[in-house]
């Protein structure tokens, strides 16, 4: 399986010191890639460069064959502005956006896959309500479902299951291990440490600097993993 | 009234300034709903400010006052736009000293060129007297390339207004269209400025968006209701600057003001009757 995205000694440094530093990885295609650690250990600031978003001061990052309109993406919950006016349709719809290049309108086929995308998602009774009115979680699901339409090849979510109920986490799960199922790069962020080594390929463990790197089945024999689940592995 | 508006109508001036304004108005709404959402409003504010410099640089050297300021303006914009995106600096500190620089800057300028306070007056509450004939077809040739973008790139706008973000990492040219937005700004200022003034002409962006968002909830109803309200208000406040013989920039912006205040009170008892029936 070829390399889709390729991380180069990737550095990134802000005001305060180094928040992520050195860290080297290859997104192949097909992959499930989880990203753990602790909370201030890098993960949004990597993800973020990995998109684009942040300029790395130091290393590279290389898109092999895709193309950023082909990248889905949820951004970690920030407390949106509030009030502000936009539907929850026009949310889902601008995912779609990105894949109409130059075009100025969205197609027919754009509009059938927002229909699809609420259907998925089962979020038919919010799809005219205003975005606000939302529930954090709803607004997970939201979210979800726009970066379902700007998808092709890749998703990258950042702690995607913060604020979801159980059931709607594992629908979560279940639903991104159909997508990768047929073909697509996940890429997650995840506190959820027993469905992060459940459901993984590859795992990458932050700490600034990469505490592990490699194979879920390695991970789980690694004395980093073996150190946080402490005595529960033990017993 | 009907004579009224039949006596309004049979002046040249008040016909100019009419098409003039009710573009400029519609133009500066549509670009007024992103400005607010994205808490770019300063950058409204500090461009009719660098507006009111040019004019003056304009007045003192005795050119012709929109090729000072077109240029000039466009510059600032990009500037402005620029501070306001760089989080390192206070962006919208250093844009309040922009703006209140250029304005002093104007103000000596045009005390000193002609010396006549008159001129300072109209620059800064506007005139509808300056509308002439050219103006009219520059603006009406500026409204039609804002309002042909502003369509175009609806969806885009929609875009980079909501989630920046999310924008940019599946794609969007992001830089591109705040850009596009500011610039389009520029213009709409430019060409709104001499007749609302340059102390004004900035409620002219921001009044619409804030009243229809009392009541509209999704983007494309503020888009819209904006738009439209803004135009009214216009037209309503040009006839009441009429009848009373009041200052038409400050009218408009108190009819602007009237209209906010009466959507308030709609989307306070909306919200009151949702309450009740849920
Ligand atoms: N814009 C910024 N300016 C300065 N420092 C920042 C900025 N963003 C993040 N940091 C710092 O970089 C470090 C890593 O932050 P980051 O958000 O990447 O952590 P994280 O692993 O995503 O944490 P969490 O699990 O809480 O989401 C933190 O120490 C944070 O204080
Ligand atoms: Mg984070």
Known sequence: ?235 | MLDMVNEMLSMPFVVRALIVGVLVALCAALLGVSLVLKRYSMIGDGLSHVGFGTLAIALAFNVAPLQVSIPLVLLAAFLLLRLSENSKIKGDAAIALISSSALAVGVIIVAKAKGMPADLFNYMFGSILAMKTGDLYLSVAVSAVVLTLYVLFYNKIYAVTFDEKFAKATGTKTGLYNMLIALLTALVIVVGMRMMGAMLISSLIIFPALTSMRVFKSFKGVVICSAGLSAVCFIIGLVVSYAWDTPAGASIVVVNLAAFLVFFAVGFVNKALRHLCC
């Open chain 1, 1 to 235: 399986m070829g390399s889709i995205i390729s991380v180069q000694n990737v550095s990134v440094k802000y005001d305060s010191g180094f928040a992520v530093k050195d860290v080297s990885f290859d997104v192949c295609e097909g992959d499930y890639f989880c990203i753990v650690g602790e909370n201030g250990s890098g993960k949004s600031t990597l993800m973020n460069t990995v998109l684009g978003l942040i300029r790395p001061s130091g290393g590279r990052v290389a898109y092999n064959g895709l193309k950023q309109n082909q990248i889905g993406f949820i951004p970690q919950q920030t407390a949106v502005q509030k009030d502000f006016p936009t539907s929850v349709r026009e949310v889902i719809l601008s995912g779609c956006t990105n894949r109409r290049g130059v075009l100025p309108f969205h197609a027919n086929k754009d509009r059938q896959r927002v229909r699809d995308n609420i259907k998925r998602l089962d979020i038919e009774p919010l799809a005219r309500k205003s975005y606000c009115d939302l529930s954090g979680g709803q607004q997970q699901r939201v979210l979800l479902a726009r970066a379902l339409c700007s998808a092709d090849k890749i998703l990258l979510l950042d702690e995607p299951a913060g604020g979801l109920d159980p059931v709607m986490a594992n629908e979560l799960y279940g639903l991104l291990g159909e997508l990768n199922n047929s073909g697509a790069a996940i890429v997650m962020i995840s506190h959820d440490m027993a469905s992060a080594v459940k459901y993984a390929g590859k795992i990458l463990h932050m700490q600034t600097s990469p505490l592990f790197y490699g194979k879920k089945k390695d991970y789980l024999a690694s004395p980093v993993y073996k150190k946080i689940v402490g005595g529960a592995a033990d017993a």
